[in-house]
């Protein structure tokens, strides 16, 4: 990588890392399953520096308690044609504590996905990175989620 | 979950998870990098249902290679309120033999992020599972990716 390029790339600060995590609202998590990773996508919300987030009771939830898991989000900045991401690594617990299970039920966590999602989780981070850099290929992130790109599966 | 709500949750067939990956630019790659998992977004192309990408030769390099990694898309078609993803499990290899180099050259995967990207990794599927899904909270999938959201950082 040649200075010019690393220059290209920015790394965030923890302070604007949990500004992204605040404003945006799904994450994709990477647990291991096995001896493989899996990466599902979930709605998440921020609460004092943690990642709280619903499950049901399968495959996800055992993973994630048992071992180290992680959230990534992106996105892109048409303003400055940046990308960004930001993970959270660390160790996913039950919230079993009546009270806590009550202040996670007052987070306005509604589940987005069909099926019981019973459980919270909370991701308390062991390291949290984020990064920025110019894009060279700004279309790519224009397309993604857009209803032009699923438009022939409507 | 109830009938109804696993009824509301359609499993994708092979041939249309290809198609979602053929359309789409950008995934999110898990690895395992020592026992944790962490996720990168990497922009990949499809070639003869493989998945084809580029990358230099840090962390994401070699985990890849040495154990089984999972790619990850997801979209919204607001068409239809339904939310999709697609996960590919496997084992990436790099691309080595100098005739599959050149093919893998010719596959217009420019590099959509600063830096050395010189090795090509092939992941072949082990499994290949996709998920479409009427989704309670369309607000979610509007805002990723939104220059709204991250009007703040420009």
């Not at 989780?121 to 984020?130: A, I, K, N, V, Y």
Request: charged fraction near 25%; charge should be negative; aromatic fraction near 8%.
């Amino acid at each position: 990588m040649s200075p010019k390029q690393r220059d290209a790339t920015e790394r965030l600060a923890p302070d604007e890392c949990w500004e992204l995590l605040d404003r945006t609202l799904v994450g994709r998590l990477a647990v291991i399953v096995g001896e493989h990773p899996e990466i599902f996508p979930v709605n998440y919300v921020v609460d004092q520096k943690t990642i709280v987030f619903r499950t049901g009771s399968g495959t996800k939830l055992w993973s994630t308690v048992r071992d180290q898991c992680a959230l990534e989000i992106d996105g892109y900045e048409a303003g400055s044609a940046s990308a960004w991401s930001v993970m959270v690594r660390g160790r996913a617990e039950l919230v079993l504590d009546p009270g806590q299970q009550a202040a996670a039920g007052a987070l306005h966590l509604d589940p987005w996905q069909p099926g019981d999602k019973n459980h919270y989780l909370r991701l308390t981070p062991e390291s949290l990175t984020g990064r920025r850099f110019k894009t060279t290929r700004p279309d790519i992130w224009n397309t993604p989620d857009s209803d032009a790109r699923t438009s022939t599966f409507h």
